[in-house]
């Protein structure tokens, strides 16, 4: 606290208190932070610093505070000062490549598994524009050719819409999905995706993955049907079958868009399922890219019998099967394959026979017996069921042996209520009409 932040040699941040109480879910305001005055450059004639001096050393100072933020401790002692300094430093350096790019990245560093952080930068900082405006800017002027601040400015969406933290309440990540929507980035990620940008496996998947990211409603998948979105992800994914990461996310891009049952048609009819099971064969040992494509076809599957007619056609089951069976100790494979399966044949019932032909029953079994009575092991009971296999659905005695007295007679030492109940109108009428049913006359009361 007593050293001076500053954030250039000419853009010193005068020192403020910091709150005394910082809430994990709670967004603090950095407007009286980013409302100061900047004062004049320093024309002191002692420095002599060569042209570009100061923003390389921005440049530097910027990285190693990004990988310092990699460590939860660290990210919490940045603070509002910290992130205000942040959003100072992107607004300022806006034109300037370099900068703007390695600050990005310490913006998507400071907001991982941290929610205060997030809604901080967005409501307050307003990096969300901060982001969209960079990727207009730095790809209108270059024609895509810049792609450091692009594809930073990317990582700082996909860190907001995040839903990490589990010490916050609530998240608002689709907000923040939905609020870079509104800010026309859809368009832009899909022109750079066309653009010479994506020539490349690396900026291509940061695209496909940003995207992916921004599917979070109907709307919104109906809007990136109607740009071709669907058949700029099929035709990327076949053309970069051979690279993991490329196809995990398409994978992932087709998966998120497929809640809308247009675009399940759109997919089918663009050979969407068959590129999928494709790049699941080629890439068999790569654990993220073979769930992102279980979880594809089985959004395809969900509600849509010619899908899975489809996808079981051109060996998507033996595909689901191996996927589930080699990478059975990943914790989304097992839900993702689980839930595939019953989807294929809640409306196929002729698939049961060449699912378990594929050998599924075994591995859906070591799943459910893996869990106790969690999610997990009720999906894999379910999908059992669906595929017409034995499973016990009845809830078993889990006593122990001797306690079936305690059941029906009490226990020796409870309470006993039994002369209360004999004083009731019920009981007196039942012990009258036992008496008299023995021969024995009752004059009065009992």
């Known amino acids: 606290p007593s050293l001076p932040l500053s954030l250039s040699p000419s853009l010193p941040l005068?020192?403020?208190?910091?709150?005394?109480?910082?809430?994990?879910?709670?967004?603090?305001?950095?407007?009286?932070?980013?409302?100061?005055?900047?004062?004049?450059?320093?024309?002191?004639?002692?420095?002599?610093?060569?042209?570009?001096?100061?923003?390389?050393?921005?440049?530097?100072?910027?990285?190693?505070?990004?990988?310092?933020?990699?460590?939860?401790?660290?990210?919490?002692?940045?603070?509002?000062?910290?992130?205000?300094?942040?959003?100072?430093?992107?607004?300022?350096?806006?034109?300037?490549?370099?900068?703007?790019?390695?600050?990005f990245q310490a913006l998507r560093a400071a907001m991982l598994v941290h929610e205060q952080h997030r809604q901080t930068l967005v409501k307050s900082g307003g990096v969300l524009k901060l982001a969209v405006e960079a990727v207009r800017r730095h790809g209108k002027r270059t024609e895509w050719a810049d792609q450091g601040p692009i594809l930073a400015a990317c990582g700082v969406v996909r860190a907001s819409t995040l839903s990490d933290d589990a010490r916050a309440r609530t998240s608002k990540g689709h907000e923040h999905a939905k609020a870079a929507v509104e800010l026309g980035l859809l368009p832009l990620l899909l022109e750079a995706a066309r653009s010479p940008l994506a020539a490349s496996a690396g900026p291509l998947s940061e695209l496909l993955a940003t995207l992916s990211?921004?599917?979070?409603?109907?709307?919104?998948?109906?809007?990136?049907?109607?740009?071709?979105?669907?058949?700029?992800?099929?035709?990327?994914?076949?053309?970069?079958?051979?690279?993991?990461?490329?196809?995990?996310?398409?994978?992932?891009?087709?998966?998120?868009?497929?809640?809308?049952?247009?675009?399940?048609?759109?997919?089918?009819?663009?050979?969407?399922?068959?590129?999928?099971?494709?790049?699941?064969?080629?890439?068999?040992?790569?654990?993220?890219?073979?769930?992102?494509?279980?979880?594809?076809?089985?959004?395809?599957?969900?509600?849509?019998?010619?899908?899975?007619?489809?996808?079981?056609?051109?060996?998507g089951i033996p595909a689901i099967v191996s996927a589930l069976s080699q990478h059975l100790a990943l914790p989304r494979m097992q839900s993702k394959a689980c839930l595939a399966i019953r989807n294929l044949v809640g409306r196929n019932p002729e698939l049961v026979e060449p699912i378990l032909d594929a050998g599924a029953e075994a591995p859906i079994r070591e799943v459910m017996n893996a869990h106790a009575d969690d999610y997990m092991h009720n999906l894999a009971k379910a999908a059992l069921r669906d595929l017409r296999c034995s499973v016990q659905l009845g809830v078993l005695f889990t006593g122990e042996v001797g306690e079936a007295h305690c059941l029906a007679q009490g226990e020796a030492g409870g309470e006993n209520h039994w002369d209360k109940f004999l004083e009731t109108p019920g009981a007196q009428a039942a012990a009258r009409a036992e008496l008299e049913a023995l021969g024995v006359e009752m004059g009065g009361g009992l």
């Open 14 to 103: 005068p020192p403020l208190p910091l709150p005394l109480s910082l809430s994990p879910s709670r967004p603090l305001s950095l407007s009286p932070y980013l409302s100061l005055p900047l004062p004049p450059p320093h024309t002191s004639p002692e420095v002599h610093a060569e042209p570009g001096a100061g923003t390389a050393a921005l440049v530097e100072v910027l990285e190693a505070l990004t990988v310092l933020l990699m460590d939860a401790e660290n990210r919490e002692r940045l603070g509002v000062r910290g992130c205000a300094a942040l959003v100072l430093v992107a607004r300022v350096h806006a034109e300037n490549g370099p900068p703007l790019r390695a600050c």
């Open 213 to 315: 990211r921004l599917t979070v409603t109907d709307t919104i998948c109906q809007q990136l049907a109607k740009m071709d979105a669907l058949k700029l992800a099929i035709s990327e994914l076949a053309n970069h079958v051979t690279d993991a990461q490329v196809a995990k996310q398409a994978c992932f891009f087709l998966a998120n868009i497929s809640g809308n049952d247009k675009c399940k048609e759109s997919i089918r009819e663009g050979s969407g399922h068959i590129a999928i099971v494709q790049a699941m064969l080629l890439h068999a040992h790569v654990g993220s890219m073979q769930t992102d494509g279980v979880s594809a076809l089985g959004n395809m599957a969900l509600r849509m019998p010619e899908n899975c007619a489809a996808i079981a056609e051109c060996g």
